[in-house]
DNA sequence: TATCTTTGTGAGCGATCGTTCAACTATGGA
DNA sequence: TCCATAGTTGAACGATCGCTCACAAAGATA
């Protein structure tokens, strides 16, 4: 009963989230978010009750899609837990055609004392990576690609600020050859460094 | 000839700083400027022509006094440099009395797609803290208290990279013990840590 | 077909945004 | 003392903000 709905809740929030990420929340004005989804106003707030629902919505939808597909792809699944992390991290700054780089969860922390709702995304968020570090060094040592006695628990909470930083860097226009520096010392810091292996 | 100014140009720019650093560029509303400096809006744009002129005269303020003086106070000053470079990190959230933390520059950096003409302020911030890190990296290893093989300047774009992630942690209202065991791992990653010199 | 329900559309609301400017106030020199 | 100059003040401007709502369109039921 009733008219259908016209357009796909997946979409709508796969364009808000890009938004978001390329302009923040205070700098995505409602009119971005008509042109950029596609949906007006009123079936916006039919839906998502307000701007920052909408929001919420987004953050959740990458908290759910893209930062848990990407922990999975490099961090849970990969034979070589190592290599995963290394690839983690490129997948940062290696974005290809992507033309505007960052990440919606640095990007919400770093706004989150004018969008306070977020908060909490953001550090579901962070959690998750954090421990898809834990998860991939754990394997690691275990398959004794690592030294025995790393700890586990700090070195995933400083791989998690690292790839953090990576982020912030990248917004700010660092150059490549420096990320991959970064990533190199990122890598030889849990352990031995096999080379080239990039 | 004519009336004098009746408030200190150093003042306003600290108040800003501070203002702009808590809700961001878009997140401080000329209203709110006006707030926090005692800054009519003619006065304002008298001397500072835009609320965008404003805010790149706080942020070059805020390079040439507070990330200056942190990193000559943390990174070229002390004998220890060692210790300098944990304090310089210790001292992003160890804030004592001040309620919102976190960094101008991270800040900047994240929203710098917003706010293009602060890019040029961000990189110069950020050139100054990696410069200041290889100074003491550089110290450190010509005192012995590093190995001399040390890649100064990838470990210094490391440790930039790490200090920006954790100013972005931190934002995000990750705990302090945390926030000690990332310094810790940053120092360990640097050379052999001497322990218990927290 | 007529009716009911759900969704789409976009003009327009009050509030607030960054900005301007005319009136006002203080100061130094003639 | 009076004028020229520099600085202060805050009302008000047009633009844009997040948001609302009356109406149109589209499917379901009878």
Known sequence: ???????????????????????????????????????????????????????????????????????????????????????????????????????????????SFTVPQAAAGVRRGLDAIESGFADALTRARALGLLSADLDVEASAARLLALYQGLLVLVRAGTPLTKLHTITDGAMASIGPEKDGQR
Chains 1, 2 share one sequence.
């Open 1 to 111: 009963m009733g008219r259908r709905q016209l357009w796909d809740r997946a979409e709508v929030l796969a364009s808000a989230m890009r938004l978001f990420r390329h302009r923040g929340y205070l700098g995505a004005s409602l009119r971005d978010i008509e042109e950029a989804t596609g949906l007006h106003p009123g079936s916006l707030y039919r839906v998502f009750e307000s701007k920052d629902g909408l929001f919420r919505a987004a953050l959740d939808a990458y908290n759910d899609q893209v930062v848990q597909g990407r922990v999975r792809a490099h961090l849970l699944e990969p034979m070589d837990p190592v290599a995963g992390i290394r690839s983690f991290f490129t997948s940062a700054f290696e974005t290809g055609l992507d033309p505007d780089p960052g990440c919606l969860l640095t990007n919400t922390a770093v706004e």
